[in-house]
């Protein structure tokens, strides 16, 4: 019988060259959402330690966390330490007190229906309110992936087994040994193709971050407006 080892060699090689080949899907960001204040009871939270209120409305339900953490100063020049990664808000809309400073906020979206849709959003806390309204972006996996790792993996164990069988095994079962080694070939060419045609998907969201009028800034007089600014 022709030998295992170099047709095994061959195909892994092939999907290891195909998995290479596969991609990100960057779809458009959308359009930035339009000014929106959230519900009354959430806008009248107050401000924590003198700091700023900052009000995030979503498209869809979110949690909102803190990106990365450091040294942050208040109106009142008291400076406190964010940890990264800590909740903010279990659920928008809701309403936060922020010391003045930058920010990058990550807001995942809640339950099974909306767990792809993710962004990363950078805050600007220079005025004692902020509305930060937001349509997130998403970062999902075709359901292809995992299942051409699946039968990459059930390939590459097949034809280990058959390549770990002694030459003395291989003499008193050829026929067992090349369709269980064909069957192995089969399935890691089935594997990479399905996961090379099964793109990871990307999409930035959309950010619009405002000041109420009049809002009177900490740091001088200024005039309330409106920004729209995709991340």
Same mark, same amino acid.
């Given at each position: ?65 803190? !990106?990365?953490? =450091?040294?942050?100063?208040? %109106?009142? @020049?008291? *400076?406190? $330490?964010?940890?990264?990664?800590? +909740? ?92 269980? !080694?064909?069957? =192995?070939?089969?399935?890691? %060419?089935? @594997?990479? *193709?399905? $996961?090379?045609?099964?793109?990871? +998907? ?30």
């Amino acid at each position: 019988m022709p030998s295992v080892r170099p047709l095994a060699i061959a195909l892994l090689s092939a999907a290891s060259l195909a998995g290479t080949g596969c991609g990100t899907v960057h779809l458009k960001p959308p359009p930035p959402p339009p000014q929106s204040m959230p519900a009354a009871e959430e806008a009248l939270v107050p401000p924590a330690n003198g700091g700023a209120r900052v009000l995030v409305t979503t498209d869809v339900p979110a949690r909102v966390l803190l !990106a990365s953490g =450091g040294e942050v100063t208040t %109106a009142q @020049g008291e *400076t406190h $330490y964010v940890e990264p990664g800590t +909740v903010l808000c279990t659920s928008t809309p809701c309403s936060l007190g922020m010391p003045y400073g930058d920010y990058e906020l990550v807001l995942e979206g809640i339950g099974s229906r909306h767990q792809t849709r993710r962004s990363f959003v950078p805050v600007h806390v220079t005025h004692a309110t902020e509305v930060v309204n937001h349509t997130l972006g998403q970062q999902s996996v075709s359901i292809g992936k995992p299942l051409g790792v699946t039968f990459m993996l059930l390939g590459a164990a097949a034809l280990g087994i058959a390549l770990g069988v002694t030459e003395g095994n291989m003499r008193r079962a050829d026929t067992g040994m090349q369709t269980f !080694a064909i069957a =192995g070939a089969t399935s890691i %060419a089935f @594997g990479s *193709t399905l $996961y090379f045609v099964s793109p990871f +998907v990307h999409q930035e969201g959309s950010t619009t971050q405002w000041t109420p009028s009049p809002t009177p800034s900490p740091r001088g007089p200024t005039v309330g407006g409106g920004l729209g600014v995709r991340f």
